[in-house]
Structure formats: structure tokens, C-alpha cells
T-cell receptor, first 111, second 114 residues
Framework: GQNIDQPTEMTATEGAIVQINCTYQ??????LFWYQQHAGEAPTFLSY????GLEEKGRFSSFLSRSKGYSYLLLKELQMKDSASYLC????????????FGAGTTVTVRA | DADVTQTPRNRITKTGKRIMLECSQT?????MYWYRQDPGLGLRLIYY???????NKGEISDGYSVSRQAQAKFSLSLESAIPNQTALYFC?????????????FGPGTRLTVT
């Protein structure tokens, strides 16, 4: 099995930066996904990291350190619409590409 | 039109009733998944399917069954619903054999068992 930990809640101000951390313990790690989920809606794909390092996509960036079992999602220039839950999910090698999800981090953006 | 659809979107049922949740996709993906989401627990995998002939249990399959009627359709059944099956249920698809590793989720079905 695996443990996937992320903070339950975070609050930030519009225009600011927020970093959501995710730590995991798993055997045979393959990759890590980040999803965004607005309340009552479907999760939508944000990023997929397989190699160490930072990947940037517009206002959102995702970082992975395989040796440390650590990832973060960085949200820059926060907007009110970024208020949502952010889900970290781990993909294991040889496990049929199944995902194991963390409980999610609820980010509230305040004016 | 949405690529992954789920019916019904909301359902209230009584303990002991049989209920089926349906999922359809137009993405042409081979793999389909059923998850449930509970507050504070995240998404948990119930069943997944590689194709019509290949169905596999996830981490919480007890009390559930599935049917893959076609590549595009994957149904989840609760043979005898119980209150702790009250949750938000999501269907998802992917196609890693074509390099499409991310999962695409349907809009969800909110199920309440009284």
C-alpha cells in the first residue's frame, strides 16, 4: 500500500502564491498526478510528473523529488476561481496504471 | 457534449434496494474505472476494467458489482444498498496504451441511502 499525505486546508489572498505539498511512501513509484476539483464537480487533470524537477504550465507548476517522496503544486497569481480542492495521486509501477489518491487539500482564495 | 457521462446525477434510495449507476464515454478509451469519494477520505477505487472481458477489483469492491457492456459503457451496481454506501461516485476513463495516462472523470453521481 501507500501513504499519501497533503494538508487538509490552505487559505491565501487573491494575487498571492500558494504551495501545496504532497508526501508519499510507496513501493515501485512510477509517477505523480495533480488534479483540481471544484466543489461538487469532477476532478480535472492538472499535471503529471515522472522525472525529478519542476514542470510549469502557465500559473500552475508541479515539482517532484522521487528520492524524497515529495511533490508540490505551486499556484501563482491566485484568482478567486482557484478556490477548489487539489488532489495528489500516485501511480505505481506494475500496478495497471491505477492511481491512489490523497485526501485532497482545500484551497480558499480570499479577496 | 461531455466525453464521460453518468446517470443518474442524483439518487436517493432505501436500505436493501438494488441500484445501478451507469457510465458512458465517447473518448474511445479502453480503461474505465469506478471510484467513490467520501469527505476526508479522497477517491477510492471500487472496480476497473481494461476491456469488455477484463474486470478487476479495486480496494473497496465489497458490496458492489460491475458490468462492462461495451467499450463505451461501464455500470456499477449495489445489490442491496446500505447507508454507508452514501457517497459521491465517479466514473473515469484512460488509455495508457496510447500514452493517455491521465484519467478523465465523469460529473459524478450523488447517492444517498436512507
Amino acid at each position: 500500500g501507500q501513504n499519501i499525505d497533503q494538508p487538509t486546508e490552505m487559505t491565501a489572498t487573491e494575487g498571492a502564491i500558494v504551495q501545496i505539498n504532497c508526501t508519499y511512501q510507496t513501493s515501485g513509484f512510477n509517477g505523480l498526478f495533480w488534479y483540481q476539483q471544484h466543489a461538487g464537480e469532477a476532478p480535472t487533470f492538472l499535471s503529471y510528473n515522472v522525472l525529478d524537477g519542476l514542470e510549469e504550465k502557465g500559473r500552475f507548476s508541479s515539482f517532484l523529488s522521487r528520492s524524497k517522496g515529495y511533490s508540490y503544486l505551486l499556484l501563482k497569481e491566485l484568482q478567486m476561481k482557484d478556490s477548489a480542492s487539489y488532489l495528489c495521486a500516485v501511480e505505481r509501477q506494475g500496478d495497471d496504471y491505477k492511481l491512489s489518491f490523497g485526501a485532497g487539500t482545500t484551497v480558499t482564495v480570499r479577496a | 457534449d461531455a466525453d464521460v457521462t453518468q446517470t443518474p446525477r442524483n439518487r436517493i434510495t432505501k436500505t436493501g434496494k438494488r441500484i445501478m449507476l451507469e457510465c458512458s464515454q465517447t473518448k474511445g478509451h479502453d480503461r474505465m474505472y469506478w471510484y467513490r469519494q467520501d469527505p476526508g477520505l479522497g477517491l477510492r477505487l471500487i472496480y476497473y476494467s481494461f476491456d469488455v472481458k477484463d474486470i478487476n477489483k479495486g480496494e473497496i469492491s465489497d458490496g458492489y458489482s460491475v458490468s462492462r457492456q461495451a467499450q463505451a459503457k461501464f455500470s456499477l451496481s449495489l445489490e442491496s444498498a446500505i447507508p454507508n454506501q452514501t457517497a459521491l461516485y465517479f466514473c473515469a476513463t484512460s488509455d495508457p496504451d496510447r500514452g493517455l495516462y491521465e484519467q478523465y472523470f465523469g460529473p459524478g453521481t450523488r447517492l444517498t441511502v436512507t
